[in-house]
T-cell receptor
Framework: SQTIHQWPATLVQPVGSPLSLECTVE??????LYWYRQAAGRGLQLLFY??????ISSEVPQNLSASRPQDRQFILSSKKLLLSDSGFYLC???????????FGPGTRLTVT | RKEVEQDPGPFNVPEGATVAFNCTYS??????FFWYRQDCRKEPKLLMS???SGNEDGRFTAQLNRASQYISLLIRDSKLSDSATYLC????????????????FGQGTILTVHP
């Protein structure tokens, strides 16, 4: 069966520090991968998606970037965090474009 | 207009009650529709897909009206464990009609089932 991992589970970082969040998927090949952010009291916002190694599409301009160095690894990064980057970051995968997505446990980021 | 709009609630219902959630979406080109459930401080989990003919999964019934761009979820015989935020989700279609599996989430409707 497929599983998706995210780490760390929680993170507290000062403004201006770098960020690296990692997501890995097991049990499937060539998944579509997605990064979402959920700010406090708000809905999920799609940040990036990837249909293959090295293929990254950004949905909204922001202070973040994404990379996919391996088929089942998706990384979210920032060079300098802003207060507004605080939120719940969720990675998701799907096997097709039909829309059924499966989420990882998420990383709760607080920028201080 | 928001791409996906839901009544945020909260809905507070007793066990055994029937509760209905509504959702509207703005992009008539959308082709896939879902209800996800999110427990407090947890990741969303797929509850069910929504089909044009309507579909049922145990106590849950989903309906889609493409003409009105309206989606609904009915929960019968509510259980304490149904307490969660219910997210209406629609696939995001670009100008060329491609989705790439991208989803647009509603803000969610909070449900609390009490004894």
């Amino acid at each position: 069966s497929q599983t998706i991992h995210q780490w760390p589970a929680t993170l507290v970082q000062p403004v201006g520090s770098p960020l690296s969040l990692e997501c890995t998927v097991e049990g499937t090949s060539n998944p579509n991968l997605y990064w979402y952010r959920q700010a406090a009291g708000r809905g999920l916002q799609l940040l990036f998606y990837s249909v293959g190694i090295g293929q990254i599409s950004s949905e909204v301009p922001q202070n973040l970037s994404a990379s996919r160095p391996q088929d089942r690894q998706f990384i979210l990064s920032s060079k300098k965090l802003l207060l507004s980057d605080s939120g719940f970051y969720l990675c998701a995968w799907s096997v097709d474009w039909g829309g059924r997505q499966y989420f990882g446990p998420g990383t709760r980021l607080t920028v201080t | 207009r928001k791409e996906v709009e839901q009544d945020p609630g909260p809905f507070n219902v007793p066990e055994g009650a029937t509760v209905a959630f509504n959702c509207t979406y703005s992009n008539s080109a959308s082709q896939s529709f879902f209800w996800y459930r999110q427990d407090c401080r947890k990741e969303p989990k797929l509850l069910m897909s929504v089909y044009s003919s309507g579909n049922e999964d145990g106590r849950f019934t989903a309906q889609l009206n493409r003409a009105s761009q309206y989606i609904s979820l009915l929960i019968r015989d509510s259980k304490l464990s149904d307490s969660a935020t219910y997210l209406c989700v629609v696939n995001k279609v670009d100008a060329g009609g491609t989705s790439y599996g991208k989803l647009t989430f509603g803000q969610g409707t909070i449900l609390t089932v009490h004894p």
